[in-house]
């Protein structure tokens, strides 16, 4: 490719910063298996493949910022260009939440508010639908779960459930 | 006559009614998540993975196996109806068959989809029975070496056929090896990236990781879309086609179910990619080629019994050498290992009631399936009427539910949603799922198999070349690598390159 034909270099070029992040997560497993110890050729140490693939990992990064110099790629905003990023970031955000209630809550008092978010906030559900669904599919599978399967949910701090 | 005493042997197994029972409860919900668009065999695998604690080995299995091949019949249904692929493997069958559907003709589609689905199904049993046996008799002379190279070659394939750049997926199946690796080692017992975490000694689970990638991912992905739904809402009758559509199928039928197989056998290959190749070879072998894309049978036909033979010869690699070809496989492995047993040539020998019995039960699925597919279409497409902003909920409370019940640790719901959260970054961003789950699941054994052989042979690396089969998969894994690099390989590469994972 001559100079002429080369896309510009773009510092938003999302293949470049994956690629980087790449090299980082490669460099942090060599130092892992460096630290683990490697052993030697005949007697492999615990260290040994995460060295190795380490290097691989490096390597294949390398080649993914070498394509996005030379080749270019698409730009952060564009990845989300003609998509609702915020439902997937509000499932996420509800999801996270939900994992730093389940174990203090429960399930059943975790799990009820986290299907009525879901059903009511990323793409509203009416509401003589979402509140049977969000209380019904919870309970049904704590029910099924605890009488037919004889798994116990967590059943938190006010022990329901 | 071995065979057919085995094959007897194994009816008396796959015909105990609670095998039956679990047989028909795999192939339906292996119907309904092919059905329902968003949800595929991995999701519906996975989640069921720990119900198959409860029974026998043969009958959570069985179940299991159910999930995947009936998956890859309702994937079909939805493919014709809605334009909508319910699975990867049935992208292709939304060309033509959709087209047929608009044009009044979505009985026959549907009824050659079933009916070529089941033949390809039964062939591919037929040659499981066959194959199986003596190709376990070959595998117990593979050493360390061998086991070593034919993962590496699993994975290049893997990577070589995933869609977009290789070196993605290169370094994808190198992240999956390091998570692999994570917990005890089985050499030394020394910890290994567990950051003092007493959850992540035991290593991280399957179950958490495949749920959140694909599982989680999925749900993030698609509730960023409006997902368009074509559905046709024509009365379906006379599912039967007529004796100018078996004419026309009969031909893709057969070269599907055989390419089919064969791809499945291929590490790295399956479903997907066989009903890619069966469509590309019809279309080319076509007198009229321009008729594919506007409701050509045969653009039915072909895809449907190639992705059922794949879905069929997927199970040789696994049974006879103990190695999963893809993550359906991956997951079936994990299925195996939960009982306390390891697939591989052994297996038929020390337990042929096991083996026998899950190949019979897959001859009751398919019969079940041509059952269940054909007169309750009308239940299945009233299904599809599901809208997806209240399915979404319900994918994701089972995926917690499915998650949690693998371990009762709070631990691997927190794994899942962050492997959901990195799922969904990864697709954003061309990084596809698959071939970090198959490293994920052959990196501890590829790395146990690596450090033996070079143990035996004191350090000798010659010993993986000095052995022809490690040699030739090694070769071949060089070659593959290589290919990118050469246009003309790169473009053929580009042409089958696929979306193995949703």
Known sequence: MTDQTRPPFRLNNSELWTGVLGIALGVFVIRSGLKLKLGTINDPGSGFMLFYIGLLMCAFAVTIILASVTEGGPTFGSRWEGASWGKPGAIIVILSAYAFALEPLGFLISTIPLMLLLLRVIDPVRWTLAIPLAVLAPVGVWWVLKRGLLIQLPSGMFEIG | ?502
């Open chain 2, 1 to 502: 006559m071995d065979v057919l005493v085995n094959v007897m042997h194994g009816f008396g197994v796959a015909l105990q009614p609670v095998n039956i029972l679990y047989c028909f409860i795999g192939v339906f919900i292996g119907t309904l998540v092919g059905v329902l668009p968003g949800i595929g065999p991995i999701s519906a695998m996975s989640l069921l993975l720990p119900v198959t604690l409860s029974g026998t080995p043969e009958s959570g299995i069985i179940m299991m196996a159910g999930i995947y091949y009936g998956s890859m019949y309702g994937g079909s249904t939805t493919s014709i109806l809605v334009n909508i692929p319910g699975e990867a493997a049935s992208v292709v069958t939304c060309i033509d068959g959709h087209q047929m559907a608009k044009q009044g003709r979505a009985g026959p589609a549907l009824g050659i989809s079933a009916l070529g689905s089941f033949i390809a199904g039964t062939f591919a049993l037929v040659m499981l029975m066959l194959v199986a046996p003596s190709l376990a008799s070959v595998a117990i002379a593979f050493g360390p070496a061998e086991y070593a190279s034919l993962m590496v070659l699993g994975l290049v394939v893997l990577t070589f056929l995933t869609q977009g750049s290789m070196a993605k997926a290169l370094l994808m199946a190198c992240i999956g090896i390091v998570l692999g690796l994570i917990g005890l080692d089985s050499i030394t017992a020394q910890p290994r990236l567990t950051f003092g975490r007493i959850e992540l000694i035991d290593g991280i689970g399957l179950v958490p990781v495949v749920m959140g990638l694909f599982g989680l991912g999925e749900v993030l992905l698609n509730t960023e879309q409006v997902i368009k739904r074509d559905i046709i809402n024509a009365k379906i009758t006379q599912l039967l086609p007529n004796k100018e559509d078996w004419k026309a199928s009969a031909g893709p039928i057969g070269r599907g179910t055989i390419l089919g197989f064969f791809l499945g056998i291929l590490p790295g290959g399956g479903a997907v990619v066989a009903s890619f190749a069966s469509y590309a070879l019809e279309k080319r072998l076509s007198k009229h080629p321009e008729r594919f894309g506007h409701g050509a049978i045969e653009g039915v036909a072909g895809p449907e019994a190639a992705n059922n033979a794949a879905a069929g010869g997927a199970f040789i690699p696994l049974m006879t050498l103990g190695i999963p070809p893809n993550v359906v496989m991956a997951l079936l492995l994990g299925a195996f290992v939960i009982h306390g047993l390891q697939p591989g040539p052994l297996l038929i020998t020390q337990n042929p009631g096991l083996f026998w019995g899950i190949v019979a039960s897959m001859y009751i699925g398919n019969l079940m399936l041509l059952v269940l597919n054909l007169p309750l279409i009308g239940m299945w497409v009233k299904l599809l009427k599901l809208p997806y902003n209240v399915l979404f909920p319900l994918i994701i409370l089972f995926t917690i539910i499915g998650v949690y019940c693998s371990s009762n640790n709070v631990f691997d719901v927190y794994v899942m949603i962050g492997f959901g959260v990195i799922g969904y970054f990864m697709r954003k961003f061309g990084y596809e799922p698959a071939p970090l789950v198959l490293a994920f699941v052959l990196g501890p054994l590829l790395e146990n198999n690596l450090r033996k052989s070079l143990i035996l042979s004191q350090g000798n690396l010659m010993t993986f070349i000095e052995r022809p089969i490690s040699a030739a998969c090694l070769l071949l894994a060089v070659v593959l690598l290589i290919a990118p690099l050469l246009p003309a390989l790169r473009r053929k590469r580009e042409m089958v390159a696929l979306d193995e994972g949703a």
